[in-house]
């Protein structure tokens, strides 16, 4: 088994950083089109314009997490690293 395997059906965590997220309104609206889709669990707002979201990877991918922001006109530079958040 190597480090980066997965288990299907767990809740995983991604740490976003949104480039074009200035306002608390913008989080909310971020937050709003995530929560409407299936498996995403809860989205948490850190300062520098960083989110992250909780999500069961049996159900969804980064790369839907990815989709869903192109879609509501955010802009995602990269994951951010779980040390960052101080």
Not at 7 to 33: G, P, R
């Amino acid at each position: 088994m190597s480090w980066y395997f997965q288990n299907k059906n767990q809740i995983d965590s991604a740490l976003l950083i949104i480039t074009n997220m200035s306002t608390k309104e913008d989080f909310l609206k971020i937050k709003n089109e995530f929560m409407s889709v299936e498996g995403i669990k809860d989205v948490k707002y850190y300062p520098s314009k960083r989110i992250q979201v909780l999500y069961d990877n049996g159900k969804i991918t980064l790369q839907h997490l990815t989709m869903i922001l192109d879609k509501t006109g955010y802009k995602y530079v990269k994951r951010a690293c779980r040390n960052c958040m101080k």
